[in-house]
């Protein structure tokens, strides 16, 4: 009785004058009666007995997106594979469902550059679906609005351009970007084996090509790319940047691994190449946001055998992980606030979207927490089946996944977007379970498929933060 008379005391005289949204007030007040009914202080910076954030909390903490529905339809063929009703008033895009086909990222981005209003059908190139039996030919096809179907992916950027854009089909300006665009296929190397999980870094005896080819393509590339730029066509991004990006963006995470001492982004050997770069991910919102992947997804693929690709010897594996420990390492502030004006840029569009980088990765375990519960102990205990982890326990995994999300959608102290959570995300370090949970979803996620590369690297910060 003492224990509810004081809970209804501080509920009565303490909340009703804050002037905060009603749900955080209940938060309060939850974690107000944990406190009391333990007549144990609560311990910010130590043992947390109960987190009480709910996923009611963190929907209403992120209405201000949810209640904005994404236009574009997404289908994944793989798990519905009934035929889609087209639209009539917006083109499809046919595509790779996992974001490994570079010439799929191509299409992707001009569309996202353009803010084109378009559905997508995910198609599976490499199993362990199947393709649905309305579907035939390559990725990436496009099926315009009036029925009419398209492939090869500069075919289809020239359209987009075209039809959204503001291409001068017939100008000086026009021609150099064809002709640029057109020398990717004379210096990226014409005797690599076919893969969309490894484009162009293996020979048809499944060992990576050598050393001198790499430097060849990066150095022709550099002299194609010029001081003038920092883009393929001088200051401006252009069709040309398109048909290059993907492979480039690949090159860059993955060669790395396969020799010592080859790096596209070095500075001194590579000057064009690296400003080009840096350029693409802090000028162009489309890639930096949404479609360009990150290092540690296009490593993975480097994992795994087949279509294209034999695996990695030991020595490769090995620099992966030296290469992982560098990237977890925390966000400067002048990168979070260079990151956040591009996500404002991108978001202003897309009011479905959540208003940080983070918060959109919050934002997607909020969305999606049941489907991530199930795959999460379908993997755990497969791997774990005679341990007693946390993520093979479905309550003790739902609260780290809803401590997560917290953390996520609050972010930096700095971005004060979601004040409210600012307390509770503090809290949720404490939740058993939350780094390994944070650990676990970065290795098995899929950049750019599952979220864009900023909102996967605030998960890799929490995964690495123990």
């Excluded at 997106?65 to 519905?80: C, M, R």
């Excluded at 790499?214 to 040309?240: I, K, M, Y």
């Amino acid at each position: 009785m003492r224990h509810h008379a004081q809970v209804n005391a501080f509920t009565n005289k303490n909340i009703a004058r804050l002037s905060l949204p009603n749900f955080l007030q209940t938060i309060i007040v939850r974690a107000r009666i944990v406190q009391l009914a333990t007549s144990t202080p609560m311990l910010p910076h130590g043992l947390l007995l109960a987190f009480v954030v709910q996923w009611q909390d963190l929907e209403h903490a992120l209405s201000s997106s949810h209640q904005h529905e994404n236009p574009s339809k997404v289908i994944d063929s793989a798990l519905d594979p009934a035929k889609p009703s087209y639209s009539t008033t917006r083109p499809t895009l046919f595509r790779e469902r996992h974001g490994w086909c570079p010439y799929s990222e191509r299409v992707w981005l001009t569309l996202e550059h353009f803010n084109v209003h378009y559905d997508t059908v995910k198609i599976d190139n490499t199993g362990p679906g199947s393709r649905p039996s309305y579907f035939s030919g390559q990725t990436p096809q496009m099926r315009w609005a009036d029925g009419k179907t398209q492939g090869e992916s500069m075919d289809l950027v020239r359209e987009i351009y075209k039809t959204y854009g503001a291409a001068d089909e017939g100008g000086d300006e026009s021609k150099l970007v064809w002709e640029k665009s057109e020398m990717f296929r004379r210096i990226f190397p014409s005797k690599s084996r076919p893969s969309s999980r490894a484009a162009f870094l293996f020979g048809w005896n499944g060992e990576p090509l050598w050393k001198t080819e790499f430097e060849r393509v990066l150095s022709q590339t550099d002299e194609l790319l010029g001081d003038n730029g920092p883009f393929f066509c001088r200051a401006s991004f252009s069709p040309a940047d398109i048909c290059w990006a993907p492979f480039l963006e690949r090159y860059a995470a993955q060669l790395p691994c396969l020799h010592d001492d080859l790096n596209p982004r070095d500075p001194v050997r590579y000057p064009n190449l690296n400003k080009w770069f840096e350029a693409m991910e802090t000028t162009i919102p489309a890639y930096a946001c949404r479609v360009k992947g990150n290092a540690s997804s296009w490593r993975k693929v480097l994992t795994m055998a087949g279509y294209g690709n034999n695996g990695v010897p030991p020595v490769v594996s090995e620099r992966m992980n030296d290469l992982k420990i560098l990237e977890g390492r925390p966000q400067t502030e002048k990168e979070r606030v260079r990151d956040q004006a591009l996500w404002d840029e991108y978001r202003s569009s897309r009011p479905y979207l959540a208003r940080t980088p983070s918060a959109e990765a919050g934002s997607v375990l909020v969305k999606n927490r049941n489907a991530i519960v199930m795959d999460t102990l379908k993997q755990c205990t497969r791997s774990n089946s005679n341990s007693k982890s946390i993520l093979t326990d479905e309550k003790q995994l739902d609260e780290a996944m809803r401590a997560l999300s917290t953390i996520l959608v609050y972010g930096a102290d700095e971005d004060g977007m979601y004040d409210e959570l600012n307390i509770a995300s503090k809290e949720a370090y404490n939740v058993d379970g939350v780094l390994d949970l944070a650990a676990f979803l970065d290795e098995r996620m899929c950049v750019p498929r599952d979220m864009g590369a900023m909102s996967a690297d605030a998960i890799k910060r929490v995964a690495t933060a123990k």
